[in-house]
């Protein structure tokens, strides 16, 4: 969401309660959520990095003028109240107001607690997004700050804060994290001519949109079929970012050592098998730098995605984002195991004999189909984006 000022007034463009100046939509918002605004866009400045910790971002004003910004910018470096406080004198500190889009936590982890640098740098108020529902946390910050004579107020913005945070949230609940489909179709809802050619169905304005949601995942996954006939790379190359590790359906290890993924980065790459594969192969894989993944079978000779899910939630992975194939695509969709689905649709036409975007699910009626509502949509180039999630009804 976009945020200025004229006339004396902030306004954030994009909210459904806003109203109308000079023909855009406009929402007049008051100055702690304006300083809340701008806390959660230096919490997106950690996009791919920050997990299994949160997105936070921080702001520190007085009296109306802002002093200093920070963020947390990858997991074991300072949070962003710490970084917000480095970049101002202690004379500056005293007294002033500390915007946060989380609870400051009030635990030691691989930093000190948050709440002992704001208590020391003499913050006199302290404005939060939201409450931390880690078990460590969960209203002691904030009951630690009040303790200590600062004055609390929030939560602020408390919406945008959660969906800021919706993974590591999930993983707080589920120990499993946020798992997003995406896919580019053309508008018969084909992903690639009979042929298996799928390059390219999306203009270039919609490729950025995919290494941007690669970006801002933790990890990317995608089946063996697809790995076999792409040979993809799985890397964040037309913006920036940081590459995410990359996860492989593979049953039956057919992938080859030479694959390009063994070869974009120094993460591993995690291979998702059944247990016992041919030795030989696995050490291949292994000198290549492939780590795996051993699950149970599911359905029909396919992985326990289940388990999948709970195994990359243990090794830090709050953000999934699954690329395909349409195999994949149903098995997520049919065990009702994403949070969201982001559809990318081209002006083409590729006829029937095109390779449809999601595999045979066996449904033979509408009324039994699985049922999404629309979150938003964006238009990239000629290419219509839409965001779906599940409904809950």
């Not at 529902?133 to 600062?150: H, P, S, Y």
């Not at 002006?347 to 699910?361: Q, R, T």
Request: hydrophobic share 35%; glycine share 10%.
């Amino acid at each position: 969401m976009g945020v200025g000022s004229t006339e004396g007034y902030v306004y954030a463009f994009s909210r459904p309660e806003c109203r109308s100046f000079r023909g855009f939509c406009v929402m007049i918002l008051d100055k702690d959520s304006h300083f809340m605004e701008i806390a959660l866009q230096e919490a997106m400045k950690g996009y791919g990095r920050t997990s299994p910790n949160p997105r936070v971002g921080a702001v520190i004003t007085r009296e109306g003028r802002e002093l200093a910004r920070g963020y947390h910018r990858a997991y074991g470096e300072p949070h962003a109240e710490v970084d917000a406080l480095s970049k101002i004198s202690a004379d500056e500190a005293k007294g002033a107001t500390l915007y946060v889009n989380l609870e400051p936590c009030c635990h030691h982890g691989k930093t000190p607690p948050c709440t002992w640098a704001v208590i020391k740098a003499g913050i006199g108020r302290v404005v939060y997004g939201m409450a931390d529902t880690n078990a460590m946390v969960d209203g002691k910050g904030l009951n630690e700050l009040r303790d200590a004579g600062i004055e609390v107020e929030g939560p602020v913005l408390e919406e945008d804060s959660i969906e800021l945070n919706r993974g590591y949230l999930k993983y707080r609940r589920s120990n499993k994290p946020w798992v997003l489909l995406k896919f580019a179709q053309t508008i018969d809802g084909r992903i690639a001519a009979s042929t298996g050619d799928a390059r390219w169905i999306s203009s270039d304005a919609s490729l950025e949109l995919a290494h941007q949601l690669r970006a801002e995942s933790d990890a990317i996954l995608v089946g063996i079929n697809t790995a076999l006939q792409d040979d993809p790379e799985l890397t964040v190359r037309r913006v920036p970012g940081c590459n995410p590790y990359r996860v492989v359906l593979d049953p039956t290890l057919k992938i080859s050592p030479d694959a390009k993924i063994f070869k974009a980065d120094t993460k591993p790459v995690y291979i998702a098998t059944q247990p016992y594969p041919p030795q030989d192969k696995a050490e291949q894989l292994t000198a290549k730098g492939a780590e795996f993944i051993w699950l149970p079978p599911g359905v029909k000779g396919t992985l326990d995605l289940d388990a999948l899910l709970t195994e990359l939630g243990q090794k830090g992975i709050h953000y999934l984002l699954v690329e395909g194939g349409g195999n994949v695509l149903s098995s997520f969709i049919q065990r009702k195991l994403c949070d969201e689905i982001v559809v990318v649709t081209a002006p083409k036409i590729l006829g029937g004999d095109g390779i449809p975007c999601i595999a045979p699910m066996g449904i033979t009626k509408v009324a039994n189909a699985v049922q999404f509502e629309v979150i938003k949509r964006e238009e990239y180039g000629p290419d219509l984006a839409v965001w779906y999630r599940p409904r809950n009804d």
